[in-house]
């Protein structure tokens, strides 16, 4: 009998130990799967829009990568750009194709955005299909590619060959014919064109770019433009800005360009360059007013005056920040035009 009694409690402790056991293991089956749902969630929300078997593949590649026995054959599966970004920040919206880790070089431009809505470049386009838009150095092509959304008619030059295919990709995807939206893979320079250059040149500067090639230039004035004015001419040239206006003097002169919009990297390059760069779309380009594109938010701060160029280019250049700069060059430009706040000197600086 006691022997019986024994037995007993050593089944049931045995019983309880098992049961106890169980509920841990299921504690922790559930605390690794909130983590694992809190990763799917995050994922999820940075790539926005994504088919669902590219993002559980880009999901399990990132989390759980190959060992070198497979490394060959992965690295031939995720060249191809497979991530669609719905660009809905603004209206119209469109789809966007770019590899995984260029994610982050698209930048929502709020006050572009905001100067746009004030330039009525919808509106202009929807009035005229023909409105012609321009941007040099686009890499992604989202703004190009906003133009096209909008109707506009765009010219878009990009110097890198897989940049190139991405923004091809993405006209295709979005339906947008040949004739709305055209793509050269060319640098705008001074230089003659046709020539041969180095691309990207090797300067030092900061890029994204992952494969020189030797491109060939062309410039702005020697191309048979299908409208007589560009509307708007966007210029992303890492700091070879000025190159790309010298390439359009006769385009500025003129006046065949009503709207500027371009980066200003007063530490990149030829500091000396840089420096006259400002001076020269006032003076050379004949811009009517000169606005800064404020990076954080959607204010836009201008326009500057001659007195305020100096300590902008010194502002921006002691702390290595690049600007988006606006130049209204139609002769016809109001300045009530555009919403601005004015500009204070030593209180406005871009990040």
Known sequence: MVNANRSLYRWRQKRLHHILAYFRWAKLRWVVFSILLTIFIVQFIQIRSVTYPIFFRMLFNKYFPANNEFSDEIETTTIAPDVVLEMNDRTPAYKLVVRADDRTYVDPDRAQAKLLEDIKLYDTCQHDPKTLVVHIG???????????????????????????ALINSSIKLNDFSTYRVRLFNRVV???????????PPGDGSPSVLDDPATVSTVQLDDINWPSESIFLLKVDADGFEMNVFRSAKNLFAQKRVRHLIFKYHPWLIDRGTQKALLPYVRSELKAKFIYNLYRTDNTIYGPLRPRDIQTFYD??????LPADIYAAL?????????????YQTNKHVSF
């Open 138 to 164: 686009p890499y992604l092509g989202d703004f190009g590619l906003y133009a096209a959304a909008c109707g506009c008619m765009v010219f878009i030059f990009e110097p890198q060959p897989s940049a190139v």
């Open 189 to 199: 320079n001074d230089l003659p064109s046709n020539s041969s250059v180095q691309y």
């Open 315 to 320: 502002q921006h250049v002691n702390q290595d």
């Open 330 to 342: 139609d002769s016809n430009a109001n300045r009530n035009t555009i919403k601005a706040q004015r």
